[in-house]
């Protein structure tokens, strides 16, 4: 069977692209809080935190010929919205972090197929991509 027929699901991709981000914010220093925290308004990918920084990140990982105007596209403005009632419900279950300063981060994943197996890489790390609306 030719390695390249076996496809992996978006799913798989999407939670490979997050441990590999999450693999270099630790590296970066980044202290890892959390990882697909779940709430009723939907998913954090990542809640990190270095030198009194709190920092939601959400984590889009796409093929190497997926990619749309550096990937922000995939955040819409609904997308945002979501991501900040989500954020708001994290602090509200953590009052000891709500002091510090917050951002929303975004991280661009490119994945790679070979026949070694499927490579990951960090294309763009996008600090601040949105404000609270």
């Known amino acids: 069977m030719d390695p390249l027929a076996k496809r992996i699901s978006p ?3 999407g939670d490979a692209g997050e441990s590999w981000v999450r693999q270099y914010l630790a590296q970066q ?6 990882q697909r925290w779940r709430c009723r308004w939907g998913e954090l990918d990542l809640v ?16 190497r010929r997926s990619w749309d105007e550096r990937g922000l596209l995939a955040i819409s403005l609904r997308k945002q ?3 900040i009632r989500a954020a708001q419900a994290f602090l509200s279950q953590h009052p000891h972090l709500s002091e510090w300063s ?30 609270l609306c």
């Open 11 to 13: 799913q798989q991709t």
């Open 81 to 83: 919205q979501r991501l």
């Open 48 to 63: 990190a935190t270095r030198a009194d920084v709190l920092a939601f990140v959400e984590v889009k990982t796409r093929s």
């Open 29 to 34: 220093g980044w202290q890892i809080l959390a």
């Open 102 to 131: 917050c951002r929303f981060d975004v991280a661009l994943v490119e994945s790679q197929v070979s026949e070694e197996g499927t490579d990951y890489t960090v294309v763009d790390y996008l600090e601040g991509a949105f404000d």
